[in-house]
């Protein structure tokens, strides 16, 4: 028997009130592409902060081929070999690649040297990258590239990659899955943070599953369904979301030659974005971040303003009008950050209840605010959608992500909107809260509203809307009814292929 | 009647290097916390303190040198205490370096109490030569005393450090996203206090920079505004260092003519001249926040943002 590269001894890890790690226990061998399997919460991220050097786990050892390993900071990790690519992507905007990379480095070389090297490693990995390009202006897989590569460059023997596929597109997966095969054949071996099941079935060797900080089982993910992966992450049988067929109904939600100048320097600007949504429809629009997601939403929800015709609801032109006009016509939105979009972080939930609920939920009263109403919406909202807190009095800061989201989406629905936009639902929410509010979403729908979901999440879209349309850099394709789209179909559409895909039609 | 003839170019501009020397001081030293995602507004509070630390060490030992080191270490110490409230304590930003301001000026009031009136000791001139007996440039470039020379000398240094050297990049990326430097390992508040350290220094070296040399003498508030004018300057600079040499030279420039202008006895208030660099600077920062040049004259990302380490 050969010693693992890192075996993990019972380490435990507590913070007030929590118990993020408790007598965890596991083996990374050599070459072997390892998953670590849990929902939000479930202590995957403190224990790879452990691994890295960035939290001291409370009991518990670690041994390196065979020798104890205790790494005080992230570059006595990185000394021994361990790399990291995080979820949040840990890079600078204002800084160019070059820099971003030596930045990840313990002894940079001088930056034309590293730029010299920078070119090597990605041609030597299929994965393409300019060295002296301004971080900001990269799409989310580039910037993946900068991490990997940042990583690379230290010759590591474990790589550690956080939910590595959440912003990337089939095609740059399909890459991304290459290299990681590549790095595994030399001999490295990855630890792999997914809660996507399919790809830790197709890419991983082995799978250790958290569920509250434990390890709750061992597997060979190739041996075993997404359906039983998806159970023993969550503990209980999975509710899978469900609605039966229906006809369209008239023309709820109608965007014609939308154009608009993005606000952000960093943003996308909208090019002649046309769509029409149905009363009972979803229209799924997926598309990588950054290719205008933000601003599609700005405009719908009346942040941005646009020309009067651009956007209309029921016939009426709204596309000048501001947030409020459009909710009391029934246009309302959900925006994709939680804190400090969706909600204010330091008021309490009443306060968030009454900041978009205001007017169709009568909470203002010949201009005061009536509190007993707003509470009371609140409270309705934290019932109806299973909110996990003590009540609306706690500030929207002390949620936790996937209860805020339930929160905030719930918030929407409960107000009955003829039309409702969201941004990235599902993001960072567990299996069964995520489960819950797609179930929302689609019985809104059922119940006669149009409903237009934006997410890079594909598998959501795939699941819950009855038809895609995809955005590339600020344009939208045409929609296609999703009954019968192809992966392959949903790719070229990523890419912004729509016509090319029509013409071989 | 104006007198324009009265105004003679080749002082005017000897006089703006002078002139300038304290506000680049200071804004140099800010920008260099503000790279680090820090706004210090406790500029006017520093320099005050410096200038009385530094007049009062020079008039005490008879050496102007020594008191200007005396007021980097004066100007250092006060910006110490803000940088405890702000990155130990975790207070806000905005409202410690206005406390700061307040702070400085009546712990500075204090301290000069028996040094009004009194004059510093002299310090000397440069002579370059040959270089120094040059008409016009001689006496606009040549004839200045150190400090005007450690101030682009000090420029020239912030800039090579922050552009070309592995501690400035480290200190451009905790200013641009100090959660992800937090993650890659680097000690933000380690780096945002010895940033904070850095601009102290340099604001008490500007502030002693009037009290010793400009003006000199110690009077209570004698500042009066230099230190707002330096915070404006940095934003004006956009975050570059050779810009804020411009900006300096600019405002530099305004402050004499407004004096000259004054004794050739021209009518227009010279509370216009006065409001002059704040204007600018407003404008500046309409100009910035419109349209596509912000992505290249962006402001650190995390600029002003407090830093909470979590596990």
Same mark, same amino acid.
């Given at each position: 028997?050969?010693?693992?590269?890192?075996?993990?001894?019972?380490?435990?890890?507590?913070?007030?009130?929590?118990?993020?790690?408790?007598?965890?226990?596991?083996?990374?061998?050599?070459?072997?592409?390892?998953?670590?399997?849990?929902?939000?919460?479930?202590?995957?991220?403190?224990?790879?902060?452990?691994?890295?050097?960035?939290?001291?786990?409370?009991?518990?050892?670690?041994?390196?081929?065979?020798?104890?390993?205790?790494?005080?900071?992230?570059?006595?990790?990185?000394?021994?070999?361990?790399?990291?690519?995080?979820?949040?992507?840990?890079?600078? $905007? *204002?800084?160019?690649?070059?820099?971003?990379?030596?930045?990840?480095?313990?002894?940079?070389?001088?930056?034309?040297?590293?730029?010299?090297?920078?070119?090597?490693?990605?041609?030597?990995?299929?994965?393409?990258?300019?060295?002296?390009?301004?971080?900001? $202006?990269?799409?989310?897989?580039?910037?993946?590239?900068?991490?990997?590569?940042?990583?690379?460059?230290?010759?590591?023997?474990?790589?550690?990659?956080?939910? !590595?596929?959440?912003?990337?597109t089939p095609q740059?997966?399909e890459?991304?899955?290459?290299?990681?095969?590549?790095?595994?054949?030399?001999?490295?071996?990855?630890?792999?943070?997914? %809660?996507?099941?399919?790809?830790?079935?197709?890419?991983?060797?082995?799978?250790?599953?958290?569920?509250?900080?434990?390890?709750?089982?061992?597997? $060979?993910?190739?041996?075993?369904?997404?359906?039983?992966?998806?159970?023993?992450?969550?503990?209980?049988?999975?509710?899978?979301?469900?609605?039966?067929a %229906?006809?369209p109904?008239?023309?709820?939600?109608?965007?014609? *030659?939308?154009?608009?100048?993005?606000?952000?320097?960093?943003?996308?600007?909208?090019?002649e974005v046309s769509v029409a949504v149905h009363? +009972?429809e979803i229209l799924g629009i997926g598309g990588v971040?950054?290719n205008?997601?933000?601003?599609?939403?700005?405009?719908?929800?009346?942040?941005?303003?646009? !020309?009067?015709?651009?956007?209309?609801?029921?016939?009426?032109?709204?596309?000048?009008?501001?947030?409020?006009?459009?909710?009391?016509?029934?246009?309302?939105?959900?925006?994709?950050?939680?804190?400090?979009?969706?909600?204010?972080?330091?008021?309490?939930?009443?306060?968030?209840?009454?900041?978009?609920? *205001?007017?169709?939920?009568?909470?203002?009263?010949?201009?005061?605010?009536?509190?007993?109403? *707003?509470?009371?919406?609140?409270?309705?909202?934290?019932?109806?959608?299973?909110?996990?807190?003590? +009540?609306?009095?706690?500030?929207?800061?002390?949620?936790?992500?996937?209860?805020?989201?339930?929160?905030?989406?719930?918030?929407?629905?409960?107000?009955?909107?003829?039309?409702?936009?969201?941004?990235?639902?599902?993001?960072?929410?567990?299996?069964?809260?995520?489960?819950?509010?797609?179930?929302?979403?689609?019985?809104?729908?059922?119940?006669?509203?149009?409903?237009?979901?934006?997410?890079? $999440?594909l598998d959501?879209l795939l699941e819950?809307a009855d038809s895609f349309a995809a955005l590339n850099a600020?344009r939208l394709t045409a929609k296609r009814p999703v009954r019968g789209l192809t992966l392959d179909q949903v790719g070229l559409m990523l890419g912004g292929a729509d016509e090319a895909g029509d013409a071989a039609a | 009647?104006?007198?324009?003839?009265?105004?003679?170019?080749?002082?005017?501009?000897?006089?703006?290097?002078?002139?300038?020397?304290?506000?680049?001081?200071?804004?140099?030293?800010?920008?260099?916390?503000?790279?680090?995602?820090?706004?210090?507004?406790?500029?006017?509070?520093?320099?005050?303190?410096? &200038?009385?630390?530094?007049?009062?060490?020079?008039?005490?030992?008879?050496?102007?040198?020594?008191?200007?080191?005396?007021?980097?270490?004066?100007?250092?110490?006060?910006?110490?205490?803000?940088?405890?409230?702000?990155?130990?304590?975790?207070?806000?930003?905005?409202?410690?370096?206005?406390?700061?301001?307040?702070?400085?000026?009546?712990?500075?009031?204090?301290?000069?109490?028996?040094?009004?009136?009194?004059?510093?000791?002299?310090?000397?001139?440069?002579?370059?030569?040959?270089? @120094?007996?040059?008409?016009?440039?001689?006496?606009?470039?040549?004839?200045?005393?150190?400090?005007?020379?450690? @101030?682009?000398?000090?420029?020239?240094?912030?800039?090579?450090?922050?552009?070309?050297?592995?501690?400035?990049?480290?200190?451009?990326?905790?200013?641009?996203?100090?959660?992800?430097?937090?993650?890659?390992?680097?000690?933000?508040?380690?780096?945002?206090?010895?940033?904070?350290?850095?601009?102290?220094?340099?604001?008490?070296?500007?502030?002693?920079?009037?009290?010793?040399?400009?003006?000199?003498?110690?009077?209570?508030?004698?500042?009066?505004?230099?230190?707002?004018? &330096?915070?404006?300057?940095?934003?004006? @600079?956009?975050?570059?260092?050779?810009?804020?040499?411009?900006?300096?030279?600019?405002?530099?420039?305004?402050?004499?003519?407004?004096?000259?202008?004054?004794?050739?006895?021209?009518?227009?208030?010279?509370?216009?001249?006065?409001?002059?660099?704040?204007?600018?600077?407003?404008?500046?920062?309409?100009?910035? @926040?419109?349209?596509?040049?912000?992505?290249?004259?962006?402001?650190?990302?995390?600029?002003?943002?407090?830093?909470?380490?979590?596990?």
């Amino acid at each position: 028997m050969t010693t693992p590269l890192l075996a993990i001894d019972g380490i435990t890890k507590t913070y007030p009130g929590v118990v993020a790690n408790s007598d965890v226990s596991f083996d990374i061998g050599r070459g072997e592409i390892h998953a670590l399997l849990g929902e939000n919460g479930a202590g995957k991220s403190t224990l790879v902060k452990a691994i890295y050097g960035l939290v001291r786990p409370d009991s518990g050892a670690m041994r390196w081929q065979g020798r104890p390993y205790a790494p005080a900071a992230p570059h006595e990790a990185r000394a021994a070999g361990v790399a990291m690519v995080f979820q949040h992507f840990s890079l600078f $905007d *204002a800084l160019d690649v070059a820099e971003n990379v030596a930045l990840g480095m313990d002894n940079p070389p001088p930056l034309r040297r590293l730029a010299a090297q920078i070119r090597t490693v990605s041609r030597d990995y299929g994965l393409p990258l300019d060295p002296g390009q301004l971080v900001g $202006d990269l799409s989310a897989g580039q910037r993946q590239r900068v991490e990997i590569i940042r990583c690379l460059l230290q010759d590591p023997q474990l790589l550690i990659m956080d939910e !590595p596929t959440s912003v990337l597109t089939p095609q740059e997966v399909e890459i991304l899955f290459r290299t990681l095969r590549q790095l595994r054949a030399e001999g490295r071996s990855i630890l792999y943070i997914s %809660h996507k099941l399919e790809e830790i079935r197709g890419l991983c060797d082995k799978a250790t599953v958290l569920r509250l900080g434990k390890v709750v089982g061992r597997c $060979d993910p190739r041996q075993k369904t997404a359906r039983e992966l998806a159970e023993m992450m969550v503990g209980t049988k999975l509710h899978q979301p469900e609605r039966p067929a %229906h006809a369209p109904g008239e023309v709820l939600l109608e965007v014609k *030659a939308l154009s608009l100048r993005s606000p952000s320097p960093f943003g996308t600007s909208l090019k002649e974005v046309s769509v029409a949504v149905h009363a +009972g429809e979803i229209l799924g629009i997926g598309g990588v971040a950054g290719n205008g997601q933000d601003e599609l939403l700005a405009a719908l929800s009346g942040e941005l303003r646009a !020309p009067p015709g651009a956007v209309s609801v029921r016939g009426e032109s709204v596309g000048h009008m501001g947030p409020n006009v459009r909710r009391a016509l029934g246009l309302l939105c959900a925006p994709e950050e939680r804190l400090g979009h969706a909600a204010a972080p330091e008021m309490s939930l009443t306060e968030n209840a009454l900041l978009t609920g *205001a007017w169709r939920q009568k909470l203002v009263n010949r201009g005061f605010i009536d509190w007993t109403r *707003a509470r009371g919406f609140a409270e309705a909202v934290i019932r109806r959608f299973d909110v996990r807190t003590p +009540g609306p009095h706690v500030v929207a800061r002390a949620l936790s992500g996937g209860n805020l989201q339930k929160f905030v989406i719930g918030r929407e629905i409960l107000q009955r909107p003829e039309v409702l936009v969201v941004n990235q639902p599902t993001w960072g929410v567990d299996a069964a809260a995520a489960a819950a509010i797609r179930q929302a979403l689609m019985d809104l729908a059922e119940g006669g509203a149009a409903v237009v979901v934006i997410s890079q $999440d594909l598998d959501e879209l795939l699941e819950i809307a009855d038809s895609f349309a995809a955005l590339n850099a600020g344009r939208l394709t045409a929609k296609r009814p999703v009954r019968g789209l192809t992966l392959d179909q949903v790719g070229l559409m990523l890419g912004g292929a729509d016509e090319a895909g029509d013409a071989a039609a | 009647m104006i007198d324009l003839s009265s105004i003679n170019p080749v002082v005017l501009a000897a006089a703006l290097m002078v002139a300038a020397t304290p506000i680049l001081l200071a804004a140099i030293g800010e920008l260099v916390v503000e790279k680090a995602g820090v706004l210090n507004l406790g500029v006017e509070g520093m320099m005050i303190t410096g &200038a009385v630390t530094g007049f009062a060490v020079a008039v005490m030992t008879r050496d102007p040198y020594l008191g200007l080191l005396a007021a980097a270490f004066g100007g250092a110490a006060i910006s110490l205490l803000f940088a405890l409230l702000t990155q130990v304590m975790m207070a806000n930003q905005v409202a410690s370096g206005l406390a700061l301001t307040l702070f400085g000026l009546g712990f500075s009031a204090l301290l000069g109490q028996g040094f009004v009136g009194v004059s510093p000791p002299r310090t000397a001139k440069l002579d370059f030569g040959f270089l @120094s007996d040059l008409p016009i440039l001689g006496p606009i470039l040549f004839r200045h005393d150190p400090m005007v020379y450690v @101030s682009l000398a000090l420029v020239a240094g912030v800039w090579y450090f922050l552009n070309y050297t592995r501690g400035g990049r480290i200190l451009r990326a905790v200013g641009e996203n100090h959660e992800a430097a937090h993650a890659l390992g680097y000690r933000v508040r380690r780096v945002r206090i010895l940033a904070i350290a850095f601009g102290g220094a340099c604001a008490g070296l500007g502030g002693a920079y009037l009290s010793l040399i400009r003006v000199p003498q110690w009077t209570e508030g004698m500042t009066a505004g230099a230190g707002w004018i &330096a915070l404006a300057l940095v934003v004006f @600079s956009s975050w570059r260092p050779w810009r804020v040499v411009l900006g300096a030279y600019l405002f530099g420039g305004i402050i004499v003519l407004q004096l000259n202008l004054q004794a050739a006895g021209f009518r227009i208030p010279v509370e216009y001249l006065a409001m002059s660099p704040y204007l600018v600077t407003i404008l500046v920062l309409v100009i910035m @926040s419109s349209g596509r040049a912000r992505k290249t004259l962006a402001a650190p990302g995390s600029l002003g943002r407090p830093f909470h380490a979590t596990g």
